[in-house]
């Protein structure tokens, strides 16, 4: 195995092949820019990559503002140690029809496309190719390029608008999702680091275990966040896949965690929860501020310990 070395290009992993909705993602990383995209096949990949030092980092998707939380990156994450979400990125996403050059919309019969896509474009297929066969694909970008295999089966693809930009093909319709025009969320992983400063429009990511299947457990555990006043963007279950009602949770939540409402609401987690795994702070791509009150500030936090302090060393209260 090679691994990169600091005198070296940097290297990023992400889905590939060229042409994918990661593929754009990544180009919204300026020190990504002139240094070397590595495309592999799935999330697993992508994150081995970075865990084996053969790439410094790898852009995912994580998050889709139709079908939500990405479930492979989800459970990658949770399997995967030693890694840190670095940023966030979004990408408006929607598909077009291509086929090769020598194929006529009339013969489009079989369509290959990724399952994601494929639903979201499917009242469009219904409505003008009723008749049309569906071929799973690995990505949207290996949707089109498989057309060209010498054993293809299907003769159009489901791709990304930028598919053109690489390949040699014909569009035979465009806006394929119609209303359900969706915007992706990729997250920039690398190994794991020190927290950074916040940047005013922060967020913090976790994956936590149920305690115990009881009633209340997870209840517990939302009520960390709500006592010290920390929203969340996102929540998801996923089984953790050792016994039957056994569950872990994807959690987004809103500011740093270097800010002392975010920190308590974490130690609280993991004085209830037997694993809680930080995957990262970092700054929000649509730089949307926390919405939080004066009584969770940094300041009220702070306040509230130098109080306790002066009880316990028994400095007298003002008005005493």
């Given at each position: 195995m090679t691994s990169i070395s600091a005198d070296t290009a940097r290297v990023y992993s992400y889905l590939g092949?060229?042409?994918?909705?990661?593929?754009?993602?990544?180009?919204?990383?300026?020190?990504?820019?002139?240094?070397?995209?590595?495309?592999?096949?799935?999330?697993?990949?992508?994150?081995?990559?970075?865990?084996?030092?053969?790439?410094?980092?790898?852009?995912?998707?994580?998050?889709?503002?139709?079908?939500?939380?990405?479930t492979a990156t989800q459970d990658a994450l949770a399997k995967t140690d030693n890694l840190q979400i670095l940023g966030e990125y979004l990408v408006p996403v929607n598909f077009v029809l291509v086929s090769r050059r020598n194929v006529s919309r009339d013969e489009i019969t079989t369509i290959a496309a990724h399952p994601v896509a494929y639903a979201q474009c499917r009242a469009w297929l219904e409505k003008n190719l009723p008749k049309h066969r569906h071929i799973p694909a690995t990505s949207n970008a290996q949707a089109a390029v498989d057309l060209f295999g010498a054993n293809a089966v299907a003769n159009a693809a489901i791709a990304p608008p930028t598919i053109t930009e690489h390949y040699n093909l014909t569009v035979h319709a465009t806006d394929l999702a119609g209303d359900l025009s969706a915007t992706t969320r990729f997250v920039l992983v690398g190994p794991r680091q020190p927290a950074g400063e916040p940047s005013g429009h922060d967020k913090t990511s976790l994956i936590v275990d149920l305690p115990d299947d009881r009633a209340g457990a997870l209840l517990t555990l939302l009520e960390q966040f709500a006592a010290h006043g920390v929203n969340l963007t996102q929540i998801a279950s996923r089984p953790t896949g050792s016994v039957m009602g056994s569950y872990r949770f994807y959690i987004d939540a809103e500011g740093h965690i270097r800010e002392e409402r975010v920190r308590y609401a974490v130690l609280g987690l993991k004085l209830h929860s037997p694993n809680v795994r930080f995957l990262g702070s970092y700054a929000r791509a649509d730089k949307i501020a926390p919405s939080t009150d004066v009584h969770h500030s940094d300041a009220a936090f702070k306040a509230a310990k130098q109080w306790l302090n002066d009880v316990v060393s028994g400095v007298s209260e003002a008005g005493d």
């Open positions: 092949p060229a042409g994918t909705f990661t593929e754009q993602a990544l180009k919204q990383v300026a020190e990504a820019e002139g240094q070397i995209w590595k495309p592999v096949l799935n999330v697993s990949q992508a994150l081995a990559d970075v865990v084996d030092g053969i790439s410094n980092a790898a852009m995912i998707a994580i998050e889709n503002s139709l079908d939500g939380g990405v």
